[in-house]
Structure formats: C-alpha cells, structure tokens
C-alpha cells in the first residue's frame, strides 16, 4: 500500500486528491466496472428501469434521467444484477425507493444520484441495500436523504465495496434515529467476519444524521477524509466499531458532533471488541468520547492520498454529492477571499498572484468569484477589502464533558469536567428547562468559574435538565454539553439515554423516539433475545441500601434481573404490560449496595427481551454519574 500526505499548502489547490475512479476496497478482488461494455440505455419510469437493472448478468449502462418511481417496478424496491453501471443524468436525476441486490451478484457502480426511500415506501426501507454476498460495488457522487431504515447499508458477507463523494442527510428526525449506514448485521452473524471490506472517503456527512456513521461489526473499514458536520442535538454517535471489527480513521474531520468514534464490547470478550486505529482526525467543538486510536488494525492493500483534515471541509462540500462541483475548490473556500497562498490573510504576496488574474478571461478560476468570466473590479474591491485584513476569532471554545446532576431536597448539585486548558477560555454558562429539546434559559448570572452549581430556584417533585456551555475572552461560545437531567425532593440520580452514566451497548436495537411519553431526548429499545440489557455506571460514594426506579412502557408481561458488577443481586423483576407502547410506567427494586464504581445491568430473561426502558432513577446517600469502563 502506497499512502500519500498531501500537506496544507497552496500546492493542494493545484493537487488534491479528488479522484471519481474506481479506487479503495471496490478496486480489489478483480476490480469494478459495473456494465462497461454494454449498451447505454435511458430510462425515465420505475418499469423501464427494472427491465433493465434486473436482467441478469448482461451489462448495461443504465441512465437516470428525471425522476424514478421504484412504486412503478415491484414494490418500491428492485434488485439490481450483476454487471451494471447505473448513473444519473440531466437536472436532479432521482430514484424515490430502495435499491437492492440479487444474492452473489457482483460488478455494479452507482454514480451520480439523489436517492430517498420515505417511511413506509417499502418493506426494505433502506436507499441502497448492498446485502446478501454482494461483491465489488462503487457507489460515488450519491445524495442520500430521508431514508428511513438506512442510507447505505453492507451486511450478510457482502465485501469489496467503496462509498465515496457521497452526501448524506435528514429533514428533521425521522423517528428511527436517522441511520446512516450498518455494516455487518448483527453480533450473532460471525459469518460476516473476512468479509464486509469498505472504504468510505471523501464523503458529507451533513445535517441531522444520528447514528451508524458507519456503525461497523466484524468488517474491515477504511474510513478517511469524510467530513461529519451533521449537528444534531439528539445525535448518537459516528463511527462505532463494535464486535470483531476494525476501523483505520484517517483525516477526517469531526464537526460539532457527538461521540466522534468509538468501540464497545457488545458483551463480547476482550478479545473480541471491536478496534480503532485513528490518526489525523480534527475533532473540532464535540461533545462525547474519543477512541484513543492506538489499536493495530490492518493495513489497506490499495494505493491512496489523504488530503489534510484542515482542507476536508471545502474540498468535501465543495464536490461531495450528486449536484457537487467537478473540479478544484478556488482558494476562497479555504480562508478569505484574496489570500491565494492560504497564508491566513492577504499580503503583498498575494498581490502578486492577484496581478496574474487581472483582467484574464482563461483559467481564472481560482480568482472568478462572482463568476462573470473575467477577473475585474468586482474582485479588485473584494481584495483590496480585506488587504491585512485579520478576522476576528470565531472558533468555539471546547465543550464542557461529563456533566451529571444529583436531586437534594430543594435543590439540584450539578457537576463536570473541568478540563478547558484553552488559553482564551473565561468561563461556563450554565442553562435549565424543564424539555429536554427547548426551553433552556441561563441559571448562572456571574460567568462560572469552575465546574459545580448547586441550583436552588427548583421546585420538588419537577423533571429538570440541564446543559453547561464553555465561553472564550472573545465572546463565542460552544455548543451544549450532553443533558444531565434531575427531579429535587430527595437524594436521586436520574439517567437518561445518551447521559453520562448510560453504557450504549450492542444488547440495544436502537435509541428511538417513535413511541410519545418519554421524558428525555429518546428512550432504549433492546433486541427481543433472553439476555439483552441496558447497562448503567454509578458510583456509590456512600454504603447502604439504595431505591432503584426504571420508567417503561410495553405490550407484553416481561421479566428481568439486576446485575450490578457481573453479580445477580435481584431475579425476576416483573415489568408488566402497559398496555401500549405510548403508556409508561414505573418499577421500583431495592438492592445493598457497597461504595465504589457499580456497573448495574438490567438483564432481559425472556426471548421478549426488555421493555422499552426510559430512564433508571437511584434514590439513596451517595451516588455519581460516572464515565462508562
């Protein structure tokens, strides 16, 4: 393998990496070249398009032109066969529906189309569904949005597969939590392992995706130069390398989001979970954990360039997607209009690049800003205003980790992470509601100077939350840290989903908001196995005997144990039917507890799995909100 650094300079305008050719995994095993070879055909209707995309093995370059209604061909999905290129052509080329694979086909490339597949259009609900021993397939320049069950999903020994340039987007949340792509089915699908081989770079991870970006089992993924800008309050995580797999994460850059990767141990051994190696990442104003990066994973077998994670943002939204620009961003993209040399501001010596474009009408550009096909006085002006010009500061300080709230008797202690080393940093702001998605006035008047609040303006008995947020001398200010949530009346620690405290695991389908009632931002829903749970770590500070409330909701009587620290303290635990999915209740054990860090699991014991668990409340003398092992 032959990797390639391409460093920030003005030279990366000239020699970026922006490649559209079959490259990453998809060019292994034999390579891809979809229906090279084959007649071109245009299609324009769902029914032409399955004719073609559907005849086996015979190549064909099959054109989308318009807007095509997979309803129109066989029942809003079709399942493409081997050896085909389908690519978009024309004003906004569209497929409304869930491309799928015929099992072991082989060869396919998917370019330049804007893909949706709504709630309810099909039974796959997945935009693009590569399952089933599917080999060599290129998907790139795609827009992916508003698909329901998946984006862009690879499982079931599916391998030899490239994601590139692509967009990926949501209008708002979907009630599935917004998924992006699964790689790798499920824990129990250990067949998947030394297949499931996938690049992804250079891809727009844009707005209001949640989760799965990719979520990774068994699979070896490169995942380099894709640009995570989504900014999502309710946002889960990025990347999650869980249960045998390997993830290489490269130069990508992380924007305002949480949890940018991590690995989990899916109730696997030590042995088994899933590995990071990361390097050159910017992690920029997020919130949640980082994976150290130091695991050995494999070493690609193709040859690539990274470009510099500074340059991922421009070069990324400037091409990435089915109406993205062919062709190198202008300088502009980078900084300030006029600073060609990216030196961060305008000098003499960009004076001089500028002398070069004057007045030019070929190869221009890189100066053309207002597009008119000639370098004049419009541009003159734009650099000439920002001459030695130095903007102002704009960059966000850190955000504030691991903030948890304990409920007192008229009162509410709240505490985090005082880890800001930033030399600008001045202090937090410290907000409250009463919803946990709006609302949040500032508790603080005097800026906060260090990481605990005890606030008494709170009423006994009401569910309040919180976010604390980081302010810099020159007045930004960061995004919100996670919700720390808390009812005053008695000593109680209140943990929600997403919260410090909550232990994702792999025994969670998902953290969904489908079903109304819940308190916080979402609630846990467990696959339906014996031995599922949801998983919470607390420290006890003080001995004794502690009240444990779990908030559900479920259509069936179920049953679970309480494990805390690997050791079954309470068997049985009836949490009987509510009724409805939309009606919650509470069940309440008791359980002795010694001081120290407790991992407590709440252990499905049917084939039912659990209820879908809103929150677990401790009432006791002493307990913590603690980072999970």
């Known amino acids: 393998m032959r990797k390639v650094v391409l460093a920030l300079s003005a030279v990366v305008l000239l020699s970026y990496s922006m490649v ?52 129109e061909a066989d029942g809003g999905r079709v399942r493409i066969q081997s050896n085909k290129t389908i690519k978009g052509i024309g004003d906004n080329p569209t497929i409304i529906g869930s491309l799928g694979f ?33 080999e060599n397939v ?67 991870y844009d707005k209001d995706c949640m989760q799965r970006i990719p979520s990774v089992r068994y699979g070896r993924v490169h995942i380099y130069n894709n640009y995570y800008d989504c900014q999502n309050e309710e946002m889960i995580y990025c990347v999650w390398s869980r249960i045998q797999a390997e993830c290489l994460i490269e130069n990508n850059y992380f924007k305002e989001v949480n949890n940018p990767y991590v690995n989990n141990r899916d109730g696997a051994p030590v042995e088994e979970w899933g590995k990071i190696g990361a390097s050159g990442n910017i992690i920029d104003n997020c919130t ?26 421009a070069i990324v939204k400037y091409s990435a997607g089915a109406d993205g620009k062919e062709g190198t961003p202008p300088h502009w993209y ?30 221009i550009e890189n100066a053309d800003y207002d597009e008119s096909g000639r370098v004049d006085l419009g541009e003159f002006a734009m650099f000439s205003g920002n001459y030695m010009y130095v ?35 001045a202090g937090y702001n410290l907000y409250r509601s009463t919803s946990p998605s709006s609302g949040f006035v500032k508790v603080n008047g005097m800026l906060l100077q260090n990481s605990k609040f005890n606030d008494i303006a709170v009423t006994n008995g009401t569910m309040y939350f919180y976010e604390v947020k980081s302010l810099d001398t020159s007045g930004n200010e960061s995004v919100g840290s996670i919700l720390a949530c808390a009812v005053p009346g008695t000593t109680n620690l ?50 004794g005997t502690y009240t444990l409330t779990f908030r559900y909701a479920g259509t069936t009587n179920r049953t679970a144990n309480l494990i805390v620290n690997g050791v079954t303290e309470v068997t ?42 809103d929150y677990m409340q401790i009432e006791g003398a002493g307990p913590e909100a603690t980072v999970c092992p």
Not at 143 to 166: E, H, K, M, P, Q
Not at 192 to 197: F, I, K, Q, Y
Not at 296 to 313: E, G, H, I, K, Q
Not at 501 to 508: H, K, L, T, V, Y
Request: charged share 20%; glycine share 12%; with cysteine.
């Open 20 to 71: 559209y050719a079959v490259d990453g995994f998809a060019s292994e095993n034999g390579g891809t070249t979809g229906g090279a070879g084959g007649a071109t055909v245009t299609v324009t209707n769902g029914a032409d398009f399955l004719t073609y995309v559907e005849e086996e093995d015979t190549p064909y370059i099959i054109q989308i032109s318009g807007t095509v209604e997979l309803s």
């Open 334 to 363: 980078f900084g300030q209009y006029g600073d060609f040399d990216m030196s961060g501001f305008v000098d003499i010596v960009d004076f001089a690049s500028f002398a070069t474009y004057w007045l030019g009408t070929e190869n």
């Open 138 to 204: 290129f998907i790139t320049k795609c827009t992916l949005f508003d698909c329901y069950d998946g984006c862009i999903d690879v499982a079931r020994r599916s391998d030899w597969v490239t994601i590139s340039w692509c967009r990926f987007y949501f209008n708002g949340n979907n009630g599935n939590n917004n998924r992006v792509s699964l790689i790798g089915n499920s824990d129990g699908a250990s067949d998947d392992l030394g297949h499931l081989h996938v690049t992804l770079h250079h891809n727009w």
């Open 572 to 613: 049985g635990i009836p949490f009987v039917s509510t009724g409805a999915w939309t009606s919650w209740a509470t069940e309440t054990v008791m359980v002795d507890l010694s001081a120290g860090v407790k991992s407590i699991r709440l252990e499905a014991t049917t084939g039912d799995g659990l209820s879908n668990i």
């Open 102 to 134: 015929k099992n072991k086909c082989r060869n396919v490339i998917i370019e330049g189309l804007t893909v949706t597949c709504p709630d309810g259009y099909t039974s796959e609900e997945d935009g693009i569904s590569v399952k089933d021993d599917i």
């Open 288 to 313: 949640g954990d980082v994976h150290d990066g130091t695991d050995v994973v494999f070493d690609p077998p193709y040859d690539y360039s990274l470009d510099d994670a500074n340059f991922v943002p």
């Open 494 to 543: 209140l943990i929600q989903e997403e919260a410090l405290g909550f232990c994702m695991s792999g025994d969670i389908q998902t953290i969904e908001t489908k079903n109304s009632g819940f308190t916080g931002l979402a609630y846990a829903n467990t696959y339906n196995e014996t031995g599922m749970g949801v998983d919470y770590s607390v420290n006890i500070t003080t001995a």
């Open 391 to 425: 903007a102002p500061d704009t960059t966000a300080p850190e955000v504030p980790a691991d903030l948890w709230a304990l409920g007192q008797d008229g009162q509410i202690s709240l505490d985090w992470s005082e880890n800001n080393t930033e030399a600008d940093f």
